[in-house]
Each structure stands twice: as C-alpha cells, then as structure tokens.
C-alpha cells in the first residue's frame, strides 16, 4: 500500500516523512526519528508509557495512526530541554528519586507536563487523578507526586 | 503491536465520510478518538479495507443548546465535556459518568460519541489473533461456539460504556447520517441486544449528534470497578431523578444496557426495582470478577445510588 507523505512540528523543529497508513506515531517517532523517549509496554493504550503531547494534549501516541500526525505540533520527553538545561520536572525526578526501572518515567513526565502546562499550581489530589493516567509497576507512586509537587512550585 | 494494512481518509465534512465510505464498498470503518477502534484493530478484531478519519469534521464538534435540547457534537470529548458547566448543573449522572472514564489521559482524546458506539467486550474475545486461533473463535469472531459458556447459543459480551446509561437515564436521542439520510432515535433503540452485533446501525451510519432534552436533574453514577482508574466498568448504574420519579440504567452485564422506571421512591418500590435488575442481570465468568458477586453488586449500586441521590436531595 503506497506510502503518506506528512508534516509536522516535533519539539519546535519541523519535519516531513513518507509514512504508511498503518502505521502509529510511536512507531513513526521511535523508527524514523530515532526519538526513543517514548516507549511502547502494552501498545493497547492502557498504560501511558508511549504519551506524548500533541496540540497541547497528553496522548497514548501507539493509538494515534501516522497520518492524524499531519500538521500536528508535537513535543517528546527530549524535547523538554532547552539549550542543555533540563526541565523542572526532570530535575524534581532525579532529586527526589521518583524513578526505578524507568520505563514509565518518560510517559509520566509527558503526562505532567500537559498538566503544569493547563494548571500551574495543581492540588496534591489533581495531580494523583491525572498520573493515575499512567502506569508504574515499582515505585507506587509517591516519589511521582511528589516530583511533580515540587515541579509545579518551581515552574511558577 | 503491529497494525492491519488499511488506507487511511481524512474526512472534511459528514457527506464526505460517508461518500468515502460508499467508494470503499463498505469495507471502512469511522475514526474518532481510537481508543477503542485501534486495539481492535491491532488485535485483528476488525479489518477494513479504509480507516475514515472524522477528527476534522467542525460539525461534530460543536456543543450547543436548541431548542430545549442540549445537541452535543459525537467528536466532543469526554474531557471537554465533563468541564461543561450545563452538563454539571443539569445533568449529574453523565457529569460523573464522564469523571469515572478511563483516565484523564484516554478522556482527552476519547470522544462522547466513541463511548457510545464502543464494541461490547469479553475476556475472551478482547485477544491476540493467536490467542483466538489456538482457542477456537466463538460467536462473535464468527465461529458457532461460546468459549465462556459451553454450549451456549448466544453471546454473553459486556457493553462497556459508562456514558450510555447515564444518558439513557437523561432520556438521550442520536441523530444519525448515513448513505441512506438521517435519523434521530432514542439511545436505548440503538442496542441490538445480540452481543455478536450489539449495535442496530445500518451500513456506513454515523453518529452526528447526541441529544439531551433540557430539563434540571438530579443524579449520580455508580461503577464497579477493580482498579480506580483505566477500567472499564464490571456493574455500572446511572440514576437520574426528576421529582419524585427516576429513571435507572444498569450497564456493563451483557451486550445492552437495561432501564427501569420508577415512579414512587419508597422503600418498597426502590427494592423491588433492585430486585428486578437483579433478576434481569445474567453475568458470566467473561470479566475480571464473578458473575455471583457482580449479579449481587447491581442490586446493592441500584438501592445506593438512588440513596445517595435522595441524601443529596435532602441536603
């Protein structure tokens, strides 16, 4: 079946590709664009390791087909960055050793930053409903919200 | 996982998808959200020829108020709609339908008219294609078995939507486009009642619009759940209440949600109810808890949630 040629923004640098209809963004970012931060765990949308944010919208990127990519502003976990310098969110991360195996981490921090980005100053209970998005099979959460606790004061 | 070969379309307008839908012979399916379309994709449950995306129809997603009617657009998403001030205000039951959805994250992207339309779901259907090859396909993967009950002559598939019954409860219309024209129809007509192929819509239809009529309601959602986010529901009740009747929909046993009206509210008549849903309900070892306990769970959700709606009343 004959490939899609699309083009979009990935963290602030635009980039056109062939790609196949069949094909989902999280195969598009870590096979063609080499950006590996996202992982795939199950591939069913159940546990939010493959989150991105597209338009503003933190989403299960092994649910999106390629092609709804088309003319989409995205932004990955190494995106975060700016000239070498890690995002608040990263830092409250390391600092408080909200990270074990680290699969989750990259799909965690996405969610959280779609949520420090709609609210500045989330309640402890907020940010729990929101990272119950995602799924972490070590740490038990408590470390996580407390990253993001710190991260959301610092950000303000 | 790997997807299924398919052509992708990006519809702009609802006479478009449906034209391509028509050029594909059928052989298409709708694309809104796809957090219930894609997994069935991946998994081989579904393979058509086209994907029809209908994320760029304006059209369906607007939200707005006609004529004693809040008309929502099918691509509204639950997000969006569950911060909707009239949606809070007047109808509880959906507004906490919505809150209980899968995740904040799968809200953002699912769509009003994606819970809707969901397949109905089993543990042992919602598998790989190897899993189902080496077990056999049942009914509703086109084989002549059940493979929760043996012998069994019908399919015993859950529906899973959460929003379904609260919107029943609200008295809920679709309007409907496809090849053939449109429709309107009452939510709980949309329900074929065979878990092979839970939904009664015709060839190429889509969902347009859901209609809620605009009248003030008390109301609340009661779900069953094993994990307190992502889950879909194992008993789901919605109740909503106007005056001194309401209205109760059982959701998540079997391929159609089922409502009771009540027209008195006291005890006797709220146990009968119960007692009737219960009777009615007909669970079986297809999801993650017991059909004896969750058989028991949509009585004991049916007296709570309209309990809680009354306390709440009283207040």
């Not at chain 2, 009914?139 to 069994?152: E, H, T």
């Not at chain 2, 002559?153 to 090849?179: E, R, V």
């Not at chain 2, 993650?288 to 004991?300: A, F, W």
Request: charge should be positive.
């Amino acid at each position: 079946m004959r490939t899609m040629k699309v083009t979009f923004q990935i963290n602030n640098e635009e980039v056109t590709l062939q790609v196949r209809p069949y094909e989902t963004l999280l195969e598009t970012l870590r096979e063609r664009l080499s950006l590996t931060g996202a992982k795939e765990a199950c591939g069913m949308g159940s546990c939010g390791a493959c989150t991105v944010v597209m338009n503003g919208i933190p989403l299960r990127s092994c649910l999106v087909l390629a092609p709804e990519a088309d003319g989409a502003v995205i932004t990955t976990v190494e995106g975060l960055q700016q000239e070498g310098k890690l995002h608040p969110l990263q830092e409250a991360f390391m600092k408080k050793g909200a990270v074990q195996c680290g699969f989750c981490t990259s799909g965690m921090i996405m969610t959280a930053k779609a949520l420090l980005d709609r609210n500045k100053t989330p309640t402890k209970k907020e940010i729990v409903r929101t990272i119950s998005s995602n799924i972490c099979r070590c740490t038990g959460y408590k470390k996580i919200v407390e990253a993001v606790e710190e991260a959301g004061k610092k950000t303000t | 996982m790997i997807l299924p070969k398919f052509k992708y379309q990006r519809a702009l307008s609802i006479a478009e998808a449906i034209d391509f839908y028509t050029q594909v012979d059928g052989q298409a399916r709708y694309l809104a959200g796809g957090t219930d379309l894609i997994p069935l994709l991946k998994q081989r449950l579904l393979t058509p020829a086209a994907i029809i995306d209908l994320k760029h129809i304006k059209a369906l997603k607007t939200l707005s108020q006609d004529d004693g009617w809040l008309a929502i657009g099918a691509n509204v998403a639950l997000f969006d709609l569950k911060k909707d001030p009239l949606v809070k205000g007047y109808f509880p039951a959906l507004a906490e339908s919505l809150e209980v959805t899968a995740c904040e994250t799968l809200q953002m992207r699912g769509t009003l008219g994606g819970n809707i339309l969901q397949d109905t779901r089993c543990l042992l259907y919602n598998k790989s294609l190897e899993w189902r090859t080496a077990r056999g396909f049942c009914w509703k993967m086109g084989g002549q078995a059940c493979n929760v009950v043996p012998n069994a002559q019908a399919c015993f598939s859950n529906y899973c939507s959460d929003n379904a019954p609260a919107l029943i409860t609200l008295s809920a219309q679709l309007k409907l486009a496809g090849p053939r024209g449109e429709r309107t129809i009452k939510l709980e007509k949309i329900f074929s009642g065979d878990g092979r192929k839970p939904l009664a819509l015709e060839p190429g239809e889509l969902l347009t619009q859901v209609r809620i009529p605009l009248e003030k309601t008390k109301g609340t959602y009661e779900k069953l759940r094993v994990r307190d986010s992502m889950d879909y529901p194992l008993v789901g009740v919605a109740v909503s209440m106007k005056g001194s009747s309401a209205r109760v929909c059982v959701g998540g046993v079997g391929p159609a949600p089922r409502v009771y009206q009540l027209n008195k509210l006291d005890e006797t008549s709220i146990k009968d109810g119960a007692g009737q849903a219960v009777a009615d309900a007909k669970p079986v070892l297809n999801a993650t808890l017991s059909p004896v306990y969750r058989k028991k769970m949509v009585g004991v959700l049916f007296k709570r949630a309209i309990k809680k709606v009354q306390r709440e009343g009283a207040r």
